[in-house]
């Protein structure tokens, strides 16, 4: 599938007069949650911010349970102040594997070999926190060991850069999103309901420097909520409201909303494994003990969430001028009934447009972006958006591994190709 190019409709024709060639790519996700991979072949076809995208082939499969109880471990590892260095290196190793696993199957669906891929991109949620430094990063991607089993050029540690430049590491798929899913026409707006419900406005794409109008913001929990309480509600026999069969039982109940509503913070940071579900959660397991039932917490809950995602979206359409964004929807929350059915109701019926309907394969959206940044690292081109990472500059994202010879030293020819556009300091703020 071929997309609009990065900029510009002319930079668009140049790239396609200058190259006939396709540039591979592929891109490895692992969810915030360390639970599942998404992966992603993509090709450029040209050179130049202008290039036309082409989506070859998207994988995406569960991480076994025992990596993420041991991923798990790790971060409360972190929290106590604590890294054990065993289970870091544990961790990262089986990451490793089932990374290879993607890549591979990755190139023998897309019918292509190694050689023939320029850079794999490699994203995961990594570990951070907060200390009297800064933010202390460590990226859980063992990219010498892929590039010596796979023999291509590994592109990992995305946020480093940004962290490096005073930034938060992230969000790092915002301008990635923009590219893939901006239109000439009109602005649009994604919403996300993943574990996290976030919102990311993408301009129309009009000039040059449309995507630093690019917004992003986190609204509230939302799977990671949910889940949580069908653990606890159900006793632990399941931790998924299939369809939102339970929630749709139930009647909202108005004091509990108005609790939820009450415990929304002024401000909610960017998270990169997404904003904890814990203050909600409390104020759910009260009204569990004075006796609402189980459906009517998870009614509430849902439609809490909904009125909280469609109140910042239609600010957001208020405030986008003349030309009214078109709603874009994405996230396993699109297959919970009522969560879906309130939202479009809060959106007084406007329509949701699921991005697969854009030619966006289902449940891969990572793997692209991903697949994106790396390409946008190979050519130069900054991945970072310091109004929203609170960087100090913008810098292309990404520390690259080599490979085998021969495709190290065809990537550094494609780079070498590849000139970086000169910026003024203004302009790079």
């Given at each position: 599938?071929?997309?609009?190019s ?5 930079s668009?024709r140049?790239?396609?007069?200058t ?7 592929a891109?490895?996700s692992?969810?915030a ?14 050179r130049?911010s ?9 994988i995406?499969f569960?991480i076994?349970r025992?990596?993420v ?6 971060q ?6 604590e890294?054990?260095a065993?289970l870091t290196?544990?961790?990262?190793k089986e990451l490793a594997c089932?990374?290879?696993?993607a890549?591979l ?6 019918k292509?070999t190694?050689n ?8 995961d949620p ?5 200390t009297?430094h800064g933010i202390?990063?460590?990226?859980l991607?063992?990219?010498?060991y892929?590039?010596?089993?796979t023999s291509?050029n590994?592109?990992?540690?995305f946020p480093?850069?940004d962290?490096a ?7 790092t798929?915002?301008?990635?999103s923009?590219?893939f899913?901006?239109s ?6 994604l919403?996300d309901l993943g574990?996290?419900a ?5 301009p129309?794409a009009?000039?040059p420097?449309?995507?630093?109008k690019i917004?992003?913001i986190e609204?509230?929990?939302c799977?990671?909520l949910?889940d949580t309480?069908v653990?606890?509600l159900?006793?632990?026999k399941t ?9 749709v039982?139930g009647c909202?109940?108005?004091?509990l909303i108005?609790a939820?509503r009450a415990a929304?913070?002024?401000t ?8 904890k579900?814990?203050?909600y959660i409390?104020i759910?397991?009260r ?10 917490i998870?009614c509430s809950?849902s439609?809490?969430?909904?009125e909280?995602v469609a ?7 208020k405030?986008?001028?003349y030309?009214?964004p ?8 699109q297959?919970h009934?009522?969560l879906m ?10 329509t949701?447009?699921p991005?697969?309907?854009l030619?966006?394969p289902?449940?891969t ?7 994106m940044l790396?390409l946008?690292?190979?050519d130069?081109i900054?991945?970072n958006?310091?109004h929203?990472?609170?960087s100090e500059?913008?810098?292309p994202?990404?520390r ?6 021969s495709?190290?030293?065809?990537l550094?020819c494609e780079?070498?190709?590849t000139k970086?556009a ?5 302009s790079a703020?």
């Amino acid at each position: 599938m071929a997309f609009p190019s990065l900029f510009s409709r002319d930079s668009q024709r140049t790239a396609r007069k200058t190259s006939n060639a396709v540039r591979w790519i592929a891109g490895v996700s692992v969810t915030a949650s360390c639970q599942r991979i998404e992966s992603a072949m993509i090709g450029i076809h040209g050179r130049g911010s202008g290039a036309p995208v082409e989506i070859r082939k998207t994988i995406a499969f569960d991480i076994p349970r025992e990596i993420v109880d041991s991923f798990n471990e790790l971060q409360s590892a972190l929290q106590r102040q604590e890294l054990p260095a065993s289970l870091t290196l544990h961790v990262a190793k089986e990451l490793a594997c089932i990374e290879e696993e993607a890549i591979l199957e990755l190139i023998s669906e897309s019918k292509l070999t190694a050689n023939d891929v320029l850079a794999v991109g490699i994203h995961d949620p990594g570990l951070r926190t907060m200390t009297s430094h800064g933010i202390f990063y460590q990226g859980l991607c063992d990219a010498a060991y892929l590039a010596e089993q796979t023999s291509m050029n590994i592109v990992d540690a995305f946020p480093a850069q940004d962290i490096a430049l005073r930034g938060n590491g992230g969000p790092t798929f915002t301008l990635p999103s923009w590219i893939f899913l901006k239109s000439e026409m009109k602005p649009r707006i994604l919403i996300d309901l993943g574990r996290t419900a976030r919102l990311t406005f993408l301009p129309q794409a009009e000039s040059p420097f449309s995507h630093q109008k690019i917004q992003h913001i986190e609204v509230c929990p939302c799977g990671s909520l949910i889940d949580t309480l069908v653990w606890q509600l159900t006793g632990g026999k399941t931790a998924v409201d299939t369809g939102g069969r339970a929630a749709v039982q139930g009647c909202q109940n108005a004091p509990l909303i108005s609790a939820l509503r009450a415990a929304v913070p002024t401000t909610e940071n960017w998270s990169p494994t997404g904003l904890k579900p814990d203050r909600y959660i409390k104020i759910a397991d009260r009204a569990a003990q004075d006796g609402l039932s189980h459906q009517d917490i998870l009614c509430s809950v849902s439609c809490f969430i909904a009125e909280r995602v469609a109140g910042q979206a239609l600010d957001w359409i208020k405030n986008a001028g003349y030309v009214e964004p078109e709603l874009l929807i994405q996230g396993s929350g699109q297959k919970h009934g009522l969560l879906m059915n309130s939202l479009i109701s809060h959106l007084d019926k406007r329509t949701l447009l699921p991005i697969v309907q854009l030619g966006i394969p289902v449940d891969t959206f990572d793997g692209l972006c991903t697949a994106m940044l790396a390409l946008l690292a190979v050519d130069h081109i900054p991945g970072n958006l310091p109004h929203l990472t609170g960087s100090e500059t913008v810098k292309p994202l990404g520390r690259i591994t080599q490979g085998s010879m021969s495709n190290w030293h065809r990537l550094l020819c494609e780079m070498a190709a590849t000139k970086p556009a000169s910026r003024s300091l203004r302009s790079a703020g």
